[in-house]
């Protein structure tokens, strides 16, 4: 059974994004057009060997908790070893670092067949690397040594321990506390509530990040330090207990085989930490990785819905139910269901937010690739201000619309689709939780509108506009593109025009006028950033057409139906958004807690 | 824990709909202001009592299978037999009939409320009675004594036997046959899925009401009769075995204590149906009930979002997160979440699509009643056409906008939302099913377009404008209703220019290309039928603060805080849908199955 399509990445990377730019960078002058390809390969072989085999069965066998402990499906060991092994951890990391020195773009690519295959395993992995991402760039050496091997080797599990109780989205508000030791290591005691990878029996050890606030010290983001927790203490070759119980997991809706556990640290014993970084910056520092966890959410969700879309794709194309319109004749044979214009429709739609996400984060990932390794530092910084402004809608858009998509995936099957004959019950139920992940479509509206569209006086903004002219203008040279690129243009002088609406309520109103709709504003401002995206696959696919690709007539005529869905169907929707936008007063203000009832 | 609001069913029976107009009809002479407050009163407690309390539970220890019988929790009875008690499955009956002759309109008011209470056993309680009022119009006397004392008391449950592996949304496609013994019953032969109370230990027997086909008689829907085939054959006061086999149930994302089974009939020995009706007439007896059946899906649609936003709006105001956006104070306490203008709009959304749900549906009880029992043929008969008009957006609207509801209602939750802590998972996985149950969104997609919009030329359609061009002009009256009437007027005039627009298409084009869009159709007109009902009810509720209502202030501001929230965020998206309408070439039509790759 087919949960992604390699030949899109490939098309993705070497004839949309020109991936081989890359190695006029020092750093990616081995990432030739065969290590690439391999790589891309080698993701689509760990998929089918360790991860697809297994996304089934770890929601049916669930993880559960006994006696303090955490139970999952060995395949989850096996997974991680072997993405471990294949290094898939680190590949991105430096040669003398023990990574493959690969550029992030083509590393997501494969990542996001990874996820594709089975969402569960892969995060489990994935936010291990996150974890060890941490360690390398802000611990000393001791702890690098100490915990990266095994963390990279998949044998230890990393996890991001922020949320409590009482902070969830609002983690200037944690309590979890932390005080020096004369060692130079701290005591950290406190609870941390829905921490995913927090506990389980598949790998040896859990390595916490953490964040505390000094016992006593400043309130609010400014008192609060970064620190790596173990489970175990790696100690001369052994591990001692470091005292962080597990108090439990949570009954998840879906990714029942990823654990979410409840932990507590310091209360049976005391939990030491390790401070990485600056004591004070602890936030800041978790948030330098933020960028790359955001997009690693934005391909989970674009995974599961490519899996859904497949799993929908192959039953529409064998199953007999119904006739066209114009054929009332009931001798005549059933046709498959995906004759029908509205299976078409639905199909196009799941294939439209797929195809259309793993675009854009692989566009993300290029920006990541080009701010962090280019060596004009104005690049880097363009690069980088395109990344931040990019990065709200990178997750929020396969989430929000990865949703839609795997609904939409699961009526294509009608009844057969609500039962568990059927994967889309399950895409159905994991891929919801990605809207609240990494901060939740609310938290990004307000990042967008409230910081990213403004931010050096809109610098960001203008930078991207330049990137979407640039599209334009190519996609006027083809008959293929022209009508799309003329769209897209028009709609963009409404966006304009919302803004200026925006930025005057902004200023003659209270920041929360500005920013009542900021949610609606992420909808709207992604579509138009979806139809670049768009843009810029067309006008590719349009040049394969005309002999400049390496992929088949049908893949590339497949792309165009697909834009062409996304201009008639998709792109108008923001009509909708820009009257609501553009209105001059916010009811849900104006609305009282007394009046919800 | 509250999951419905009851002055809000008072509001609309009496402040909107008016209901008491129908005492003027001699049917319903008796059902007077005290009659109909009981009712809802009643239905409240009924819910209190046998149904909110076993929600979780019917989840959690779902119904099995195991050796050919199938096992729910005894609380499945219990409530179908207080239902039964309390009247509550033949309520609309004549008093001769053991019914309590009461208008579908207040039924209604009372099943949305046992719908929110427990969808699962309200389910299993209004399928008997669809059920039963099939032999109640087609059966012989005979037997409708054998059948209808012991479904009305709930000790016996119904079902509607349709859908075959072969005809899902295909029915004219079904191959379970009959042939006529000597004694006038049939043998009945062939195997049904997905039967909703297919087979459970908490009733003595299960009533099937099946469409079968003429053993080698004509194709299509033509040779299909409706037959009354029960598990256990009542004979002489006891139950004799009439060889139904349950194969089996489905695994379901939700409603997993509402049974759906694989039945096999004379498979095992000979299964007896008796035919009711005429011969070759079963799909259209069928459907005749078509229209309460698919009023009573919306009902458990809006009855599961009804109590997620009650779950999500307790939560909002429970739970401390955040500051607001000019409030940086660290110092400063956490604010509640309902305070935060996002957090508003998605309980506002949640509130629009539940009250706007509701309201429809009571409206198309209303029309019910009076196509059925006014005196004067012209009035049934303009009833009856705007009700066909209706009854794909009162399935539709409140099946997709509920799921919508219930998945930001999670969203109101956060991380919480997506755990088992919380009831909202389930309400997202039960409310799932309600776009498939009763043809999907699709079906009724080209019912409404290719079928309802043109009947009689047009009349329906003109029928309805004259509806809701008397809610405008009633809320020209009104300060606080004037703008919404405007804005609706307004978007009618595109209504029927897309009319215009598609009729073209029909005259000039293949049905295929009428057709093709007809589901974003079906949501087009449905946002405008909804404004109207958010203005008749938006007037009675500015009626109520002039004084001339019996609620409170805070629940008529409510009203039109919600109401206004309709129109500035939830009509406005008809200028997307417009755009994608008055295209004139379907991208759905042209691409290939080949291309869907």
Redesign the interface.
Do not use: W
């Given at each position: 059974m087919q949960y992604v399509?390699l030949d899109n990445l490939r098309f993705l990377l070497h004839e949309m994004l020109d991936v081989s730019q890359l190695r006029k960078i020092d750093r990616f002058a081995e990432t030739d057009r065969e290590m690439i390809d391999m790589t891309v390969e080698a993701a689509g072989q760990l998929g089918d060997n360790y991860l697809f085999p297994h996304y089934r069965s770890m929601d049916k066998d669930k993880a559960y908790y006994e006696d303090g402990r955490v139970y999952v499906l060995p395949c989850v060991g096996e997974g991680m070893r072997a993405m471990g092994e294949n290094g898939y951890l680190n590949a991105t990391w430096d040669l003398e670092e023990g990574g493959m020195q690969m550029p992030l773009t083509v590393v997501n690519a494969g990542q996001f067949a990874l996820f594709a295959a089975n969402g569960n395993i892969a995060s489990y992995a994935t936010l291990t690397a996150g974890a060890a991402n941490l360690i390398r760039t802000f611990g000393t050496q001791e702890l690098k040594e100490r915990y990266l091997p095994k963390m990279m080797s998949g044998e230890w599990q990393g996890t991001m321990a922020l949320?409590e109780p009482?902070?969830?989205?609002?983690l200037?508000?944690i309590t979890t506390y932390y005080e020096e030791n004369d060692d130079g290591s701290y005591n950290i005691k406190g609870q941390k509530?829905?921490i995913s990878g927090g506990d389980h029996d598949s790998v040896d050890n859990v390595v916490h990040l953490l964040l505390a606030r000094k016992k006593d010290g400043p309130?609010?983001?400014k008192g609060v330090g970064l620190f790596v927790v173990p489970k175990f203490l790696p100690e001369n070759g052994t591990l001692v207990d470091n005292h962080v119980t597990t108090a439990g997991i949570?009954?998840?809706?879906?990714q029942k085989g990823y654990v979410?556990a409840h932990l507590m640290y310091g209360e049976q014993g005391e939990t030491k930490g390790y401070l990485i970084g600056e004591e004070f910056r602890g936030l800041k520092h978790m948030f330098q990785m933020m960028n790359e966890a955001r997009i690693g959410t934005g391909l989970m969700a674009a995974g599961t819905a490519s899996a859904a879309y497949y799993a929908s794709?192959q039953y529409?194309?064998e199953r007999?139910?119904?006739?066209?319109?114009?054929n009332k004749d009931?001798?005549a044979p059933?046709v498959?269901i995906?004759?029908?214009?509205?299976?078409?429709?639905m199909?196009?739609f799941q294939?439209a937010v797929v195809e259309g996400s793993i675009s854009l984060l692989l566009q993300c990932s290029l920006y990541t690739d080009l701010s962090e390794h280019h060596s004009d530092e104005a690049v880097r910084e363009r690069n980088h201000l395109i990344l931040e402004l990019l990065t709200p809608i990178a997750k929020s858009y396969p989430s929000e619309y990865g949703?839609e998509a795997v609904?939409i995936g699961?009526?294509v099957l009608?009844?057969a689709?609500?039962?568990?004959?059927f994967p889309l019950?399950q895409h159905?139920?994991d891929i919801?939780?990605n809207?609240?992940y990494e901060g939740?479509?609310?938290i990004h509206?307000?990042d967008l509108l409230?910081r990213k569209m403004l931010m050096h006086n809109g610098k960001a903004v203008q930078l991207l506009t330049e990137e979407i002219q640039t599209a334009i203008e190519a996609a006027m040279k083809y008959d293929a593109t022209r009508g799309m690129a003329t769209s897209l243009a028009k709609s963009l002088g409404g966006v304009q025009q919302v803004m200026q609406h925006l930025i005057g309520l902004a200023q003659s109103e209270?920041?929360?006028v500005?920013?009542?709709?900021?949610?609606?504003f992420l909808d709207y401002f992604a579509l138009h950033v979806l139809g670049w995206q768009w843009l810029k696959q067309a006008v590719a696919a349009a040049r394969g057409l005309a002999g400049e690709g390496e992929l088949s007539e049908?893949?590339y005529?497949?792309k165009l139906?697909t834009a062409?869905?996304f201009y008639?169907?998709e792109l108008?929707?923001?009509?909708?958004?820009?009257?609501?936008l553009l209105?001059t007063e916010?009811?849900?203000?104006?609305?009282t807690?007394?009046?919800?009832?």
């Open positions: 399509n949320t009482q902070a969830g989205s609002s200037s508000d509530i829905y309130k609010g983001t949570y009954g998840k809706m879906g979410a794709l529409a194309k007999p139910q119904g006739r066209h319109p114009d009931v001798n059933q498959l995906i004759e029908h214009a509205d299976v078409k429709r199909l196009l294939k949703n609904s699961m009526q009608g009844g689709g609500y039962t568990d004959d019950e159905f139920r919801r939780v809207s609240i939740t479509t609310t509206g307000m409230g209270n920041p929360r500005f920013l009542a709709d900021a949610t609606i049908v893949f005529q497949s139906r062409e869905y008639n169907y108008p929707k923001v009509s909708g958004h820009k009257r609501i209105a916010r009811v849900t203000l104006r609305t807690a007394e009046e919800l009832i």
